[in-house]
């Protein structure tokens, strides 16, 4: 679609229009920058949804490969018994987490029920 294959990112000029592929690299790297569970949850979001530092609202929830679901639970779950040892481990992200979508590649994700505005 649009002459972009699965490894590009998404872009303003050409917004969610096939499932991205998302590292761990890329995974720890929001986790190494957030200070409490809002940052790294929106540091997920902006990794995948173009513009979405500019963005009003998401509606709908990105879906992604079991791997990638795994990963990013066991992440956010570590870092909440370290930097939130008052929230139960994992919680905040299970409110915004992206649904398992077992038909993409384990690190794709997927943004085909998501709306920017």
């Not at 791997?67 to 909440?80: K, S």
Request: hydrophobic share 40%; with cysteine; charged share 20%.
């Amino acid at each position: 679609m649009f002459g972009r294959n699965k490894t590009q990112k998404n872009t303003p000029d050409c917004p969610l229009a096939v499932p991205v592929e998302v590292s761990k690299t890329e995974i720890d790297s929001v986790f190494a920058a957030a200070l409490n569970q809002g940052d790294y949850i929106r540091g997920l979001y902006a990794l995948v949804v173009p513009g979405f530092a500019q963005a009003r609202a998401v509606h709908g929830y990105p879906t992604c490969g079991a791997a990638a679901a795994a990963y990013i639970a066991g992440r956010a779950e570590a870092f909440d018994r370290r930097n939130e040892p008052g929230r139960a481990p994992g919680l905040g992200w299970q409110n915004y987490r992206w649904d398992v979508d077992w038909t993409l590649g384990a690190w794709e994700v997927s943004l085909a029920h998501v709306r920017v505005e």
